[in-house]
């Protein structure tokens, strides 16, 4: 029972895959990676980062209220971060004043109310401090194939719903006014775009934990997009970061019984680090001539021009 | 009610570091640095717990941590400030981190690690000793104090970096100075309301006199107010509902004022009493 590293990694996985908890961790982990990964990059070209993190917390009331009302918490997951990301999209469009200190303001009151709000219903329900820690650092230990299953058709969804929006999406994250003047329908992309948010990142909170979401949806991204300045490259690239880091970081907490939690932030850290080094060397290699990719991907081409029309694009128009 | 000594303390260290959330808040929300705010917030959770994990004093980690990580996203943004994707890898990694070090705490001494980390989280205003108390308002007035004295050129480098650039104002310096006074607030808020909540004392209050004044003394002094407000409702609330955690009546009334002002700001904007673009 005793997990023990040999020198050979075929055996080594194949112990691994002998516990049907394990082989449930890497079928949810994997389907989490990629949904993760693909949602995770529009939302840093997009540059709504905090929005995702406010989202992936929201799975922490929502989960406090489902175990307070006694139904399965997955229902308090999905529908809490819906409804946030709904919430959020609706103040930033009632926002007259469109700027983003007063977006972020918004963003970050509701963040911290709903976790006020979470913390009432942890109380109520009689503080047990143990499934807090659950909660918000995830364990994938107690993974059922019922809820691999789930996984499956949420990230199914939030997948083909990305592949049919995706073209205006994207042209609507990069350039705005282009998007608008073309008829693109900005303000209704970007409430839809929150919701899938929502729903991508309730679905790996239950994997991850609340607190934790954030290293799978923004770090294989993040690093993706220091590497490759080309769509279809990043988006697989970001989805193979995520992959490795998933099953490494679930291998090797099998193995070390560390924390899944800081192992897989600590790999996509450590993977944006080596991203980030990678490009100012190659940067520093071409000084000269043409710098690759330009001076950081699709976010410095989009970053300066367009973070502020993104910003007011949640929900405007 | 008063005469509860927990009440006391908890009314000491709350006001004195609601005044300081409010002030501070205030420049974070005009900065547009709320996200960072939020990431040093975290980073309070495991500062704390790696403190745990070694046995020193709570306010040592929290300290430490969120002043260290402050000085990182200074250095890591260079003239623009750090973007929020650096800030996002950054801090989902501490929070491995803090993962791991409730790890090594937890395995170290059996039992009381839910209590450590909730206590971390969400904070425990009415469990402060009178020392503890006197220590947080003391560090809470020097925070106060302290952006007092920067204010003036700070909101200069904030409304229009180029020119103070441009008349000798050590832009990049107080960016600096900003993100450590901020560290240093979060640690000290965190003590009160939770790593996971202050945010709510930060942005919601200083939210709220956005949407209601561009004129940033009265900004600023409303921030504060409102702040104020907050912690001594909280506390009021909490003590009447004992099932309601204070730090959670805070960051509720708190969260409700915005509420209030935006709604109120909505009214006053469309009876054409304040500009609709500010």
Do not use: K
Not at chain 1, 184 to 189: E, I, M, T
Not at chain 1, 235 to 245: K, M, Y
Not at chain 1, 249 to 272: C, D, E, K
């Amino acid at each position: 029972m005793e997990p023990q590293l040999s020198i050979d990694p075929v055996s080594d996985v194949e112990q691994l895959l002998s516990y049907p908890f394990m082989v449930n961790a890497l079928e949810a982990g994997t389907i989490v990676a990629v949904m993760a990964a693909v949602v995770g990059w529009l939302m840093v070209v997009r540059r709504q980062s905090f929005a995702g993190h406010t989202l992936s917390l929201m799975s922490f009331p929502g989960a406090a209220a489902a175990a307070l009302v006694g139904v399965p918490l997955a229902y308090g997951y999905y529908s809490f971060c819906v409804v946030a990301a709904l919430v959020i999209a609706t103040g930033a469009g009632l926002s007259l004043g469109r700027n983003r200190a007063r977006e972020s303001a918004a963003t970050g009151t509701v963040q911290a109310g709903a976790l006020a709000l979470g913390f009432v219903f942890l109380s109520l329900y009689g503080g047990v401090l143990e499934s807090l820690e659950t909660l918000l650092f995830g364990s994938f230990l107690g993974i059922t194939p019922g809820q691999v299953l789930t996984l499956l058709g949420v990230a199914m969804a939030v997948l083909i719903g990305l592949a049919v929006v995706g073209r205006p999406l994207l042209l609507a994250s990069v350039d705005e006014v282009v998007a608008r003047a073309r008829g693109v329908r900005v303000g209704a992309l970007s409430v839809a775009f929150l919701v899938v948010l929502g729903l991508a990142v309730a679905a790996t909170a239950q994997i991850t934990g609340a607190l934790l979401v954030f290293a799978l949806l923004i770090a294989p991204a993040a690093s993706a997009q220091q590497l490759t300045a080309r769509i279809g490259v990043g988006l697989a690239l970001s989805i193979g970061l995520a992959l490795v880091v998933t099953w490494v970081g679930l291998g090797l907490s099998y193995f070390t019984n560390w924390p899944v939690g800081f192992l897989i932030t600590t790999l996509a850290f450590l993977q944006y680090a080596a991203a980030s080094a990678a490009r100012a060397f190659a940067g520093r290699r071409s000084r000269t001539g043409r710098q690759i990719g330009g001076p950081s991907g699709p976010t410095a081409a989009t970053g300066a021009s367009a973070g502020e029309p993104l910003a007011q694009s949640v929900g405007g128009s | 009610m008063l005469a509860q000594e927990f009440i006391r303390n908890a009314l000491l260290a709350g006001s004195c570091i609601a005044l300081a959330s409010g002030a501070i808040g205030y420049f974070v929300v005009l900065r547009g640095q709320v996200f960072a705010g939020d990431a040093l917030s975290h980073v309070a959770f495991t500062g704390a717990l790696a403190a745990a994990a070694a046995g020193w004093d709570l306010r040592v980690g929290l300290f430490l941590g969120t002043v260290a990580v402050a000085i990182g996203l200074a250095a890591l943004g260079g003239r623009a400030g750090a973007d929020d994707t650096t800030i996002g890898v950054v801090f989902s990694w501490v929070l491995g981190l803090g993962v791991l070090c409730l790890y090594l705490y937890s395995s170290g001494s059996a039992g009381g690690n839910g209590t450590v980390a909730a206590r971390t989280l969400f904070g425990s205003i009415f469990g402060l000793s009178a020392g503890e108390a006197r220590v947080a308002a003391a560090v809470a007035i020097g925070l106060v104090l302290a952006l007092v004295a920067i204010a003036r050129p700070l909101l200069f480098a904030t409304l229009d970096p180029r020119v103070a650039r441009v008349r000798g104002v050590p832009v990049r310096l107080l960016g600096v100075a900003f993100l450590v006074l901020l560290g240093l607030d979060a640690a000290e808020a965190a003590q009160a309301i939770g790593a996971l909540l202050l945010l709510g004392l930060l942005a919601a209050p200083a939210g709220a006199a956005h949407r209601l004044t561009a004129n940033p003394r009265v900004g600023m002094a409303l921030s504060m107010a409102i702040a104020l407000g907050s912690v001594w409702a909280g506390v009021a609330l909490a003590y009447a509902v004992p099932s309601l955690p204070p730090g959670s009546a805070i960051v509720g009334v708190a969260a409700g004022c915005y509420l209030l002002a935006a709604v109120a700001a909505g009214r006053m904007r469309g009876r054409g009493a304040l500009p609709s673009q500010s």
